[in-house]
């Protein structure tokens, strides 16, 4: 109905008869729009809404429809379960996708955009993601999708009443569902089917690693390439499938429907609020907990299907061929991560604290993040959680990956003026470490997001610009090389390399000199 009513709205007022912005696919007539830049085509539906007896389902092919779908607004976001963003209109009616063509002729090399959010929040209609800038600096068609989070898209839960077990990955079913929406629709808005690159940050990078492991990505190749920003494949781990119905089944317990004669049923007919009610919580609250410390716990389940092992078991034991990479991290993840939190001032409690938080790990901790190399102990602990949540699990990828497959591997040196995280910042605890390079600050260069990074500055453009145009390269060629003097090297285990990025970018070796491998050893990620 709501497509209906856009369709009238579009015909009576906004002129979408133009012939430029109407494009023919499989489901029907989409009536984009033209901008300063590129063509638009906003909120596609690629799968039916997962409401009423589709809750928690695996996303079904959309309906067609009549006319022209008026593709002039981004769709809803999925149901969020984390305050914090600026996200004004959500529900569960959310499965649709983003396209920026350049007014250029095609085809085009194709970017396939998934979104951050800590899995619980986040959405492809969010500000900062627009990817018409990206789209037009590169000419490359820029694509975004939602897809379900938290309880949403990532529910497990054995047979129940009379209805079969719910295997959870809801949220990466529908990522795949998107791809395979894109693979057989993009060729008609000037798109190339057979180059595709995935890249996300943060949780979308967590999701983008896991579609690079799944063997049902592979058959026949849904991307081409992938792109990996702070985040791998083992950042917010893997659930066995008993563990995560566990969850589920609390979480009915929870609801007051456990005890009922259909107790999936009795979920499904609920309202999407009070599911969310009992898990919902601030994101950046969310960042200083361990995972074991989430209202609801949630990972990738290894369902004997989309992961029949872990996704880097399945990377290590089923190497992917042909599928360069290109992943790294920025300097200061760790900042947002602690920066909440308040932290102690002496040695004693620093090691008092470190053992709170880490339980009968803290003298060892202490040991490796002595708080005598740091100015307070809120830059020791940022220092180990960016090592920890992001920068070791990205250096293992690296390292697995490149057995079999060019690597480019990165770190983002370059500090940006961002007025919006200078307002964050007020909000950070006592002792808490400098913002710095803080994790997502990657994202403003590379979608020119003006409140993640500002462009006032020479320095900023500098990085905007090579990154943008790496990012184009890789996204074209497979290489992040261009016309540029400076050559990025490819990753090589034996020296760790990496490519220090700011306003000149220079090739290092040793990443985190070391650092890792204590993390190798113990274990890391949320």
């Not at 009238?8 to 007539?29: A, W």
């Not at 909120?43 to 006319?67: M, S, T």
């Amino acid at each position: 109905m709501k497509y209906l009513f856009a369709t009238v709205v579009c015909m009576l007022f906004l002129g979408c008869k133009s012939s430029d912005t109407l494009v023919q696919t499989s489901y029907g007539t989409v009536a984009g729009k033209q901008t300063s830049k590129v063509k638009a085509y906003l909120g596609i539906p690629y799968a039916q809404p997962p409401v009423g007896d589709l809750r928690w389902e695996d996303p079904l092919p959309p309906q067609p429809w009549q006319g022209n779908l008026a593709a002039h607004s981004m769709g809803d976001a999925c149901t969020q379960y984390g305050s914090g963003l600026p996200i004004f209109f959500e529900s569960e009616d959310c499965l649709t996708l983003n396209i920026w063509v350049p007014k250029t002729p095609g085809p085009h090399p194709v970017m396939f955009w998934v979104h951050g959010g800590a899995q619980m929040s986040g959405s492809s209609s969010e500000w900062q993601y627009s990817g018409a800038a990206l789209a037009a600096a590169q000419n490359v068609i820029v694509v975004s999708a939602n897809y379900r989070l938290l309880v949403s898209g990532f529910f497990a839960l054995p047979a129940t009443g009379s209805l079969p077990p719910i295997k959870g990955n809801q949220a990466i079913k529908d990522l795949i569902a998107a791809l395979k929406w894109v693979n057989s629709e993009i060729n008609q808005f000037g798109g190339d089917s057979e180059n595709i690159t995935l890249f996300g940050e943060s949780a979308g990078s967590t999701n983008v690693c896991a579609l690079l492991a799944t063997p049902k990505t592979r058959d026949p190749d849904l991307f081409q390439r992938v792109i990996m920003q702070s985040g791998a494949c083992d950042t917010l781990g893997v659930m066995s499938p008993e563990r995560a119905q566990q969850e589920g089944l609390a979480l009915l317990n929870t609801l007051g429907c456990g005890n009922a004669e259909e107790p999936l049923q009795c979920a499904r007919n609920m309202p999407i609020e009070a599911v969310r009610k009992p898990v919902k919580g601030n994101l950046f609250g969310t960042f200083s907990l361990r995972l074991d410390e989430w209202p609801y716990q949630i990972g990738l389940v290894i369902d004997g299907d989309v992961f029949p092992e872990s996704p880097i078991t399945l990377l290590k034991n089923h190497p992917r061929s042909n599928t360069p990479i290109m992943l790294g991290s920025n300097h200061h993840e760790g900042s947002l991560f602690a920066g909440f939190m308040d932290h102690p001032k002496d040695k004693q409690e620093y090691l008092s604290f470190l053992d709170d938080r880490y339980p009968g790990r803290g003298a060892t901790l202490a040991q490796h993040y002595p708080l005598s190399n740091y100015q307070n102990a809120g830059e020791a602990h940022a220092d180990l959680r960016g090592d920890m949540i992001m920068k070791c699990p990205a250096l293992n990828m690296a390292r697995l990956y490149s057995a079999n497959n060019p690597v480019w591997f990165y770190s983002l040196t370059h500090i940006p003026f961002s007025p919006f995280f200078e307002i964050v910042e007020f909000g950070f605890g006592d002792n808490a470490p400098e913002l710095g390079v803080f994790h997502s600050a990657d994202v403003g260069f590379l979608f020119e997001f003006p409140f993640l990074t500002a462009f006032f500055r020479q320095s900023d453009r500098d990085v905007r610009d090579f990154m943008q145009q790496a990012w184009g390269n890789f996204a074209r060629h497979g290489d992040p090389n261009g016309n540029s003097s400076m050559v990025w090297r490819r990753f090589d285990i034996a020296d760790d390399n990496y490519l220090n990025i700011k306003p000149k970018p220079v090739n290092e070796v040793k990443f985190r000199q070391g650092a890792c491998d204590f993390w190798f050893d113990r274990g890391y990620g949320f």
